[in-house]
């Protein structure tokens, strides 16, 4: 059976300056694998590249063993390829139940109707109360958006690219700007993911890391140093001098 | 076992609290009928003005043809009079060079051809946005005004072709000198269209709509046919600002290349930024108030009336963010707030 995605020999320079180099990454089906990396590896880059957001200047993108490299962002994303962003990218003057009502019905073509009203179809509306059920973001389903805490702005977006019922999902850093008294929500909702969808979670905090991922891929410059079980990773003597840096902080990864 | 069943209870309940929200927002409620039952009332309270009237209800229809693409997909044009314009000319030039004065079929055609004029400009303008966008749109109404003024032999230039006839509507209502049967018959189309951009506005392709005006990235990402959906919002909204434009040729009895001027796009953006944008609403205060207050200051003051047009949406975006019946909302909500407590 072929792995869920498939990156090959994916190459992509802005100018003289190559962003990406030569990546393979491979996640198989229910895969929990972490992008680490240096600031300025070029991880959100490959995530873009991956969803379709930039186009490779060489290699290929298989989704279930299907070439996707040529396709559009959005067209992945019916396909099952589902990302959160680093930054907030959320209906922000729409309440949290729109946003998530919004979803499915593009993910169901419903958005395609004109004449119905939004409201009637009830399925959809509860499909949308149990992923905000499954967040513990029911209380919040009528405020608007930009309203919450950021925090809970950071589950939205996890509710959001769930809603899409994902084959593959791309976690770009979700605890980021959550102050560390509300991160356990979010990496509690991580690891409670479905063990049939396949992840990629990029993360500089590597007690996260170490929590969540059983294979990771360190990148460096663009090219991948080396992938592994968070043991090796973590024994590994090139990771350590390259990423880690000279000192050694232990347990802290961040560039 | 009877305190989970509390919490069960409690937590259906809430569910039930939002969701019927959504399943309530695009009912009809009470105040709608508000405008509707104004618009009757002046056909009998100022009988000497139904000319007038028309106008103030066409440029209504327009405005709201705007609120569609600006207000809920955030499609920023300065070119929709180029729609405008081609409905005007499409009864114009029927009339006054194919015989055809049927109003409605001529209504009918004139929507078709600027939906199709959307749809073709549509097409490839809106891959772009903002400053772009607004340059390109700009530039197709003034080669659509260019385009007539070369062929002024067939459109009439900018002296315009005058004296049309059109034949009675239904071939029974024929019109009167005082305009009362133009301004039933545009009222008429207009609770039409109105009822259309409604149930569109409502629709889950509406919430589409919305989702592409609140961030794009994200509907790129949750796989929605962005293009798609914007290529056909701009191809109704032209439609329906083509409908404003033959209503304008028919209830004028004329039509002048001015249609497609810069000042005509520019005034219905005005009018709908006035009222309140993304609202269905704002397009009939805002075109009412703008319209009188024309009347009115032109009359004053005829040389100096756009002095206080000016005036009026200087203060109206410092002080009205959200237009005028964004105000009204708010001091709605303050009253209710002020009963409760």
Request: aromatic residues 8%.
């Given at each position: 059976m072929s792995a869920a995605l498939q990156v090959?020999?994916?190459?992509?320079?802005?100018?003289?300056?190559?962003?990406?180099?030569?990546?393979?990454l491979v996640l198989e089906r229910g895969a929990r694998r972490a992008l680490i990396?240096?600031?300025?590896?070029?991880?959100?880059?490959?995530v873009?590249?991956i969803t379709?957001?930039?186009?490779?200047?060489?290699?290929?993108v298989l989704l279930d063993g299907e070439?996707i490299?040529?396709?559009?962002?959005?067209?992945r994303a019916r396909r099952g390829l589902a990302r959160t962003?680093?930054?907030?990218?959320?209906?922000?003057?729409?309440?949290?139940?729109?946003?998530l009502?919004?979803t499915i019905?593009?993910r169901?073509?419903?958005?395609?109707?004109?004449?119905?009203?939004?409201?009637?179809?009830?399925?959809?509306?509860d499909e949308a109360l149990d992923h905000l059920e499954s967040l513990r973001l029911?209380?919040?389903?009528?405020?608007?958006?930009?309203?919450?805490?950021?925090?809970?702005?950071r589950l939205v977006e996890i509710a959001i690219a769930l809603a899409q019922r994902p084959r593959v999902l791309l976690l770009d850093e979700p605890a980021?700007?959550?102050?560390?008294?509300?991160s356990h929500l979010i990496l509690d909702v991580v690891a409670r993911l479905d063990p049939d969808i396949a992840v990629l979670i990029i993360e500089?905090d590597m007690d996260v890391v170490m929590r969540f991922a059983r294979e990771i891929t360190?990148?460096?410059?663009?090219?991948?140093?080396?992938q592994g079980t968070p043991e090796a990773i973590?024994?590994?003597?090139?990771?350590?001098?390259?990423?880690?840096?000279?000192?050694?902080?232990?347990?802290?990864?961040?560039? | 076992?009877?305190?989970?069943?509390?919490?069960?209870?409690?937590?259906?309940?809430?569910?039930?609290?939002?969701?019927?929200?959504?399943?309530?927002?695009?009912?009809?409620?009470?105040?709608?009928?508000?405008?509707?039952?104004?618009?009757?009332?002046?056909?009998?309270?100022?009988?000497?003005?139904?000319?007038?009237?028309?106008?103030?209800?066409?440029?209504?229809?327009?405005?709201?043809?705007?609120?569609?693409?600006?207000?809920?997909?955030?499609?920023?044009?300065?070119?929709?009079?180029?729609?405008?314009?081609?409905?005007?000319?499409?009864?114009?030039?029927?009339?006054?060079?194919?015989?055809?004065?049927?109003?409605?079929?001529?209504?009918?055609?004139?929507?078709?051809?600027?939906?199709?004029?959307?749809?073709?400009?549509?097409?490839?303008?809106?891959?772009?946005?903002?400053?772009?966008?607004?340059?390109?749109?700009?530039?197709?109404?003034?080669?659509?005004?260019?385009?007539?003024?070369?062929?002024?032999?067939?459109?009439?230039?900018?002296?315009?072709?005058?004296?049309?006839?059109?034949?009675?509507?239904?071939?029974?209502?024929?019109?009167?000198?005082?305009?009362?049967?133009?301004?039933?018959?545009?009222?008429?189309?207009?609770?039409?269209?109105?009822?259309?951009?409604?149930?569109?506005?409502?629709?889950?392709?509406?919430?589409?709509?919305?989702?592409?005006?609140?961030?794009?990235?994200?509907?790129?990402a949750i796989g929605?046919?962005?293009?798609?959906?914007?290529?056909?919002?701009?191809?109704?909204?032209?439609?329906?600002?083509?409908?404003?434009?033959?209503?304008?040729?028919?209830?004028?009895?004329?039509?002048?290349?001015?249609?497609?001027?810069?000042?005509?796009?520019?005034?219905?953006?005005?009018?709908?930024?006035?009222?309140?944008?993304?609202?269905?609403?704002?397009?009939?205060?805002?075109?009412?108030?703008?319209?009188?207050?024309?009347?009115?200051?032109?009359?004053?003051?005829?040389?100096?009336?756009?002095?206080?047009?000016?005036?009026?949406?200087?203060?109206?975006?410092?002080?009205?963010?959200?237009?005028?019946?964004?105000?009204?909302?708010?001091?709605?909500?303050?009253?209710?707030?002020?009963?409760?407590?």
């Amino acid at each position: 059976m072929s792995a869920a995605l498939q990156v090959e020999g994916l190459n992509r320079s802005f100018g003289a300056l190559r962003v990406t180099r030569d990546v393979d990454l491979v996640l198989e089906r229910g895969a929990r694998r972490a992008l680490i990396g240096p600031n300025g590896a070029g991880k959100t880059t490959l995530v873009n590249l991956i969803t379709g957001v930039l186009k490779p200047t060489s290699g290929r993108v298989l989704l279930d063993g299907e070439d996707i490299t040529a396709t559009s962002q959005a067209e992945r994303a019916r396909r099952g390829l589902a990302r959160t962003f680093q930054i907030n990218q959320l209906f922000r003057g729409l309440t949290v139940l729109e946003n998530l009502c919004m979803t499915i019905g593009e993910r169901d073509g419903n958005c395609n109707n004109l004449w119905r009203s939004a409201g009637a179809k009830r399925s959809v509306i509860d499909e949308a109360l149990d992923h905000l059920e499954s967040l513990r973001l029911v209380d919040d389903a009528l405020k608007l958006v930009r309203e919450l805490p950021y925090g809970r702005q950071r589950l939205v977006e996890i509710a959001i690219a769930l809603a899409q019922r994902p084959r593959v999902l791309l976690l770009d850093e979700p605890a980021a700007g959550v102050p560390s008294s509300e991160s356990h929500l979010i990496l509690d909702v991580v690891a409670r993911l479905d063990p049939d969808i396949a992840v990629l979670i990029i993360e500089h905090d590597m007690d996260v890391v170490m929590r969540f991922a059983r294979e990771i891929t360190v990148l460096v410059q663009g090219a991948v140093l080396t992938q592994g079980t968070p043991e090796a990773i973590m024994a590994d003597e090139d990771v350590r001098a390259v990423y880690l840096g000279q000192e050694g902080h232990k347990g802290s990864a961040h560039g | 076992m009877a305190a989970s069943d509390g919490k069960n209870a409690e937590r259906i309940a809430a569910r039930d609290r939002a969701a019927e929200f959504l399943l309530r927002r695009h009912r009809f409620r009470w105040p709608e009928a508000l405008p509707w039952l104004i618009a009757i009332g002046c056909f009998f309270a100022f009988p000497e003005r139904m000319t007038f009237g028309s106008q103030v209800l066409i440029m209504l229809l327009f405005a709201l043809s705007l609120d569609l693409i600006l207000g809920y997909a955030g499609i920023v044009t300065l070119g929709h009079a180029a729609f405008f314009g081609i409905g005007a000319y499409t009864v114009g030039l029927g009339a006054a060079r194919l015989g055809w004065s049927e109003p409605i079929s001529g209504l009918i055609a004139a929507a078709l051809l600027a939906a199709l004029g959307g749809f073709v400009t549509g097409w490839f303008l809106l891959r772009y946005r903002g400053l772009t966008l607004l340059m390109l749109t700009l530039a197709t109404a003034i080669m659509l005004q260019e385009t007539g003024n070369l062929r002024s032999d067939i459109s009439g230039g900018y002296d315009g072709l005058p004296g049309l006839a059109f034949s009675p509507l239904f071939g029974v209502f024929d019109y009167d000198l005082y305009g009362h049967t133009n301004y039933l018959y545009v009222l008429a189309v207009l609770a039409i269209a109105f009822y259309f951009v409604r149930r569109i506005v409502y629709s889950p392709f509406g919430q589409a709509l919305t989702g592409i005006r609140e961030n794009v990235r994200r509907m790129h990402a949750i796989g929605s046919p962005v293009h798609r959906r914007l290529v056909t919002v701009y191809t109704i909204a032209a439609g329906i600002a083509g409908i404003a434009g033959a209503l304008f040729t028919q209830t004028n009895a004329y039509v002048t290349l001015t249609v497609f001027d810069f000042d005509n796009s520019a005034k219905v953006m005005i009018m709908l930024i006035l009222g309140g944008t993304g609202r269905l609403y704002g397009a009939f205060v805002g075109a009412v108030v703008y319209m009188v207050l024309e009347d009115k200051l032109s009359k004053l003051s005829p040389t100096f009336w756009q002095f206080g047009i000016g005036l009026m949406l200087v203060l109206a975006v410092l002080f009205a963010r959200r237009g005028l019946l964004g105000l009204i909302e708010e001091a709605g909500r303050l009253v209710s707030r002020r009963t409760k407590t």
